[in-house]
């Protein structure tokens, strides 16, 4: 069975290309870019169709997701230049659409059977969770791309999916501790997010200093009454890594730049309504069958790269936006993480109620026992993102998903217990170290 799934990981193209809704937008691909005008807006859901057929590209091959590769993604500082940092944003964002697995028995995720032995590219949307990277990692087999469904139980949709929001914030929170979860959505300066355009940056000062009121928003409204050339600008000045987001009384979507915007002009000098943005994003649709160059096909994510005009964006209402770390306003700090606990022993009762504490959002935290002579006995990675804590900079390790029956058997052993901490940053820090005791 692994030399059949090697080899259809080695099959493995990462270029799904999709439209957010509406008709399908021309693809964006390596090289010179062809724009396409079209009037038809995104749809104002939170779970944006995906129409169009996939096109026949030849790309790199994959290869299961490694440790390596994913801990290669540099870890942001005050001393990165602008263009790194946002490399870093985009790097990981990606890794999260595009990583090749394949279930271990067929599951349902999201209306649809994922059949043991098939090839799928990405997290899958599931519009209720906000798992990145590392909670999967713990079911992941990095040799073959296996992933272990029978260990993650009945609730299989909480620890594989992920949507919109996450996978962009996620990305962000690798340069940016001014960015919310909430920030992705629901766009103000105070959640870390900037509007692109001097005179569109004055207006939603002016006219809206806080989108509190979000059920009752429709940013389409609020373009329209800026007008295009306005909008416009701000579009012209999106660079990779940043925003484009847009809200329908609630429901919506956010998606992060891929590639500079190509701007065009026409013959009086405004911009024209074929100037284009490439963005990645997680969306729904049916995982479609991709013909690769050697004839194979393999199960593909929808939505990784597409392309869309400024007149569809202002149309489909999406706001254009850039983070503070992005642009120099707000520097990247170093990680700081703290525990509750201090003293050099600690029962499991105790650790339950324990805190971590972050600068940035947390990601993870891993939690290692070893025996008196060092010997690892057991690792265990801990991220648990289907509730609201997710908000904060601040768990519980109960929130994080420790629980008591899988440590139990090592208390008043003389055992150590480590737990390293992780922040959206990348970096693990290590927050504890003392003596299980009962």
């Not at 940092?85 to 067929?106: S, Y």
């Not at 909670?135 to 949709?157: C, F, R, S």
Request: hydrophobic share 35%; net charge negative.
């Amino acid at each position: 069975m692994k030399k059949l799934i090697a080899l259809l990981l080695a099959t493995l193209m990462l270029l799904p290309l999709a439209s957010c809704g509406g008709e399908s937008l021309s693809t964006a691909t390596e090289g010179e870019q062809t724009a396409t005008q079209t009037t038809e807006a995104p749809a104002a859901t939170e779970e944006p169709a995906v129409t169009g057929e996939q096109e026949k590209v030849d790309t790199k091959v994959a290869e299961p997701l490694t440790w390596e590769k994913l801990n290669s993604i540099p870890v942001a500082n005050e001393n990165m230049t602008e263009r790194e940092l946002r490399q870093i944003c985009l790097d990981f964002m990606e890794l999260q659409l595009t990583f090749p697995w394949t279930p271990n028995e067929t599951v349902h995720i999201r209306k649809k059977d994922h059949k043991y032995g098939d090839v799928y590219g990405g997290m899958p949307y599931v519009s209720s969770t906000f798992n990145n990277l590392y909670q999967l990692m713990k079911y992941y087999d990095t040799e073959n791309g296996m992933m272990d469904i029978k260990a993650m139980g009945k609730n299989v949709e909480t620890i594989m999916g992920n949507q919109c929001s996450a996978n962009s914030f996620w990305g962000w929170a690798r340069v940016s501790n001014t960015m919310t979860w909430g920030g992705t959505s629901n766009i103000t300066e105070s959640r870390g997010a900037i509007f692109r355009g001097n005179r569109l940056s004055s207006y939603m000062k002016a006219n809206y200093p806080d989108l509190a009121n979000y059920n009752d928003l429709r940013t389409a409204d609020i373009l329209r009454a800026m007008g295009k050339d306005v909008v416009y600008e701000g579009y012209a000045q999106l660079l990779a890594a940043d925003g484009l987001v847009y809200n329908n009384k609630g429901s919506g979507h956010v998606m992060m730049v891929y590639e500079d915007a190509v701007v065009k002009y026409n013959a009086n000098g405004t911009i024209a309504d074929d100037s284009y943005v490439v963005v990645q994003h997680q969306t729904t649709g049916e995982w479609a069958p991709a013909q690769q160059s050697d004839g194979t096909a393999i199960e593909l994510a929808p939505g990784w790269r597409s392309q869309y005009t400024f007149q569809h964006l202002m149309e489909g209402g999406y706001l254009p936006f850039t983070l503070a770390e992005l642009i120099g306003t707000d520097p990247v700090e170093p990680t700081e993480m703290t525990f509750s606990i201090t003293t050099d022993k600690v029962s499991i009762s105790k650790l339950i109620l324990a805190t971590v504490t972050a600068n940035y959002a947390l990601s993870d935290v891993t939690v290692v026992i070893t025996d008196a002579e060092g010997k690892e006995l057991s690792r265990q990675i801990h991220c648990s993102y289907s509730g609201d804590h997710f908000r904060d900079r601040e768990m519980t390790l109960s929130a994080m998903g420790f629980r008591r029956d899988l440590y139990s058997a090592y208390e008043g052993k003389g055992y150590t217990i480590t737990i390293l901490g992780r922040t959206g940053k990348g970096d693990q820090i290590q927050i504890y170290s003392g003596e299980l005791v009962k």
